[in-house]
């Protein structure tokens, strides 16, 4: 399948949107390292910033939490490397905050 011919204008709206985003993902993330924001809060978010980052990024930012013990966590728990925050089940969601503590 062919990606849409774009204008010139609805090429800059796009970029303009998805840097938008990358700078909300950043705070987001940036916040959890800081600690003023929890596991719980995150996986608690409704919007699309929040649901749409992969759990293996919510979960490095976390301090104390590095790639090794993050991938071995997330094969413990059985979720999938690639999976987003909104694609959590509500026993996964459980189990990362029994696991972490929050």
Not at 4 to 10: A, H, K, V
Not at 72 to 84: Q, T, V, Y
């Amino acid at each position: 399948m062919a990606l849409p011919t774009l204008t010139p204008e609805q090429r800059a709206e796009a970029l303009a949107k998805a840097q938008e985003a990358r700078k909300a993902r950043s705070e987001l993330l940036a916040a959890l390292k800081a600690g003023t924001l929890k596991l719980a809060d995150v996986l608690a978010r409704e919007d699309t910033v929040a649901k749409k980052t992969k759990v293996t990024q919510v979960l490095k930012a976390l301090p104390g939490y590095g790639p090794a013990k993050v991938s071995a966590l997330i094969e413990k728990l059985g979720i999938d490397e690639n999976r987003r925050v909104g694609g959590l089940g509500e026993q996964q969601r459980a189990k990362l905050l029994a696991e972490i503590g929050g």
